[in-house]
């Protein structure tokens, strides 16, 4: 049953991806597509390798069950004007790293009320194109709002925009992207959020894994590829140095900003 909910800004942003990624004529396939709950709250774990991940899993949800996903974004984003309007249009979830516990307590408020919560437990981009270790937050909302995790692999979406590289039109032109939905993780009330935690990442190492072996394209040499099957992407150790030294400008640029 297709349980479509009426939000003009919602449905106006995913009108306006589906033209974009028409344009693009991009070329999505999924896998374990009956994963995916049309009712009821549920934590959306998804793998981060590009910046369009977001709005590629909402897409493809949206096609599935025109369901809408309710994703934590960081308070910087908020407080941008247009941007901001549009992530409180769409009913996204503001993150202040300032004051977690609110936004926490905002998720599991959300899931509890039976909506789809949107998170990336890796944290940021991640540049060497494989599943580095996860944040706690998914499994412990889970457990907390007594819903399950459903693990999603996106692959191929990072080609679009990602982390350290900005694709031509051409090379993003006919891009396959490879949806790979795992089945739902139930979290019990006891469990450790860190053993769940573990689980989940190697569900999604798995589903990488496959999408990878699925794709119809072959990586060797190129950018896109991950350094253990060919590619010329970063190693997890040397994405991990260059991620810690961009942390350290930016920290050293804000205390720099501050003793003006």
Known sequence: MRTRTREPIYSTAIAAGRGIFGVFRLRPSVTGLTHLPDAGGAVM?????GYADFALVEWMT??????????MAKKGAFDKPVVGWLLRGMRHINVDMTAGAQA???AVRALSAGE???VFP???VN???TVRDLKTGAARMAQEARVPIIPVAVWGGHRLITKNHKPSLGEAYRTPVSFAIGAPMHVGADEDPQQVTDRLHATLQTLVDGAQARYPEPGSGRWWQPAHLGGTAPTPAEAAATEAERQRRKAAAREAQAAL
Not at 45 to 49: E, Y
Request: hydrophobic residues 40%.
């Open 45 to 49: 774990a998804i793998t981060h390798f």
């Open 62 to 71: 949206w096609r599935k069950n025109g369901r809408h996903i309710r994703f």
């Open 104 to 106: 926490y307590a905002d």
């Open 116 to 118: 789809l919560v949107g």
């Open 122 to 124: 890796e944290g940021g």
């Open 127 to 129: 540049a060497s194109f």
